[in-house]
């Protein structure tokens, strides 16, 4: 089984930044795409961004030229969201997304594992 852990959330004011930061654990296993999403009270969750495992990474609109995703380096499984010039629309659980194969009792299986979210607020 792979797990999701993130951390980094926060209380920050408007045009701050903060870095969330997310890992995947298990064992036999292979992340093919880390993705971080977002849902904010009486809205449907979004993707924020997301990066496969050859570097391409997808931003939504809303965050383009302010947050960036990225692995922490090659020998750490850490994949982080610098956030900065946060809005308060920014305001969100954050949550982080790993989709890849495990290799198990010999047969590889996909799997599609969330983390518990973090919370991050932007006072204005």
């Known amino acids: 089984q792979v797990q999701i852990v993130e951390s980094g959330g926060g209380l920050v004011q408007a045009g701050g930044s903060l870095r969330l930061s997310c890992v995947a654990s298990?064992?036999?296993?292979?992340?093919?795409?880390m993705g971080w999403y977002r849902q904010a009270p009486g809205k449907q969750r979004e993707l924020v961004a997301s990066?496969?495992?050859?570097?391409?990474?997808?931003y939504a609109d809303a965050v383009k030229g302010r947050f960036t995703i990225s692995r922490a380096n090659p020998d750490n499984p850490a994949y982080q969201l610098q956030m900065d010039s946060l809005k308060p629309e920014d305001t969100a659980v954050y949550y982080c997304?790993?989709?890849?194969?495990?290799?198990?009792?010999?047969?590889?299986?996909?799997?599609?594992?969330w983390g518990q979210g973090t919370q991050v607020t932007i006072s204005s």
């Open positions: 997304n790993g989709i890849g194969i495990r290799y198990f009792k010999g047969s590889y299986h996909p799997f599609d594992a």
């Open positions: 298990g064992t036999s296993f292979r992340v093919n795409t």
């Open positions: 990066v496969k495992s050859d570097g391409t990474t997808i």
